[in-house]
């Protein structure tokens, strides 16, 4: 059974990535499952934090979303995708708790973003 938190972060996720909420679920994880990677992860948390007012102080936004693809990973496609790999999970489910808790709170030491 899912609460109103759930139901509005779900369907923010679902309106971001153009699909129906139903389509994703809690222990979905936002790159390796979702496809949010680099910039579309930021925007998606911000998304969150101005619609929810948590605080995204503690996230380590390298070790989460990683950068966006560039002309260079086309030809270096291995070292780009095992730097992808590499990323710490960060669950649909991390992301409704934080939003009760009001903070995220992931593994790593936080890394402002510029």
């Known amino acids: 059974m899912s609460d109103e938190f759930e139901q509005r972060v779900i369907a923010i996720i679902a309106r971001d990535r153009g699909c129906k909420p139903d389509r994703i679920n809690p222990t979905a994880r936002l790159y390796h499952d979702l496809g949010i990677a680099g910039d579309d992860g930021y925007d998606l948390l911000l998304k969150l934090e101005k619609d929810f007012g948590f605080d995204l102080s503690t996230i380590?936004?390298?070790m989460n979303f990683g950068g966006e693809p560039t002309l260079f990973s086309v030809f270096r496609?291995?070292?780009f995708w095992k730097k992808q790999e590499e990323l710490e999970p960060l669950t649909v489910a991390q992301l409704i708790?934080?939003?009760r808790a009001g903070k995220?709170?992931?593994g790593a030491e936080?890394?402002?973003?510029s």
């Open 60 to 62: 380590d936004w390298s």
């Open 110 to 113: 936080p890394t402002k973003r």
């Open 104 to 106: 995220l709170v992931t």
């Open 77 to 79: 496609p291995i070292a």
């Open 97 to 99: 708790d934080a939003v």
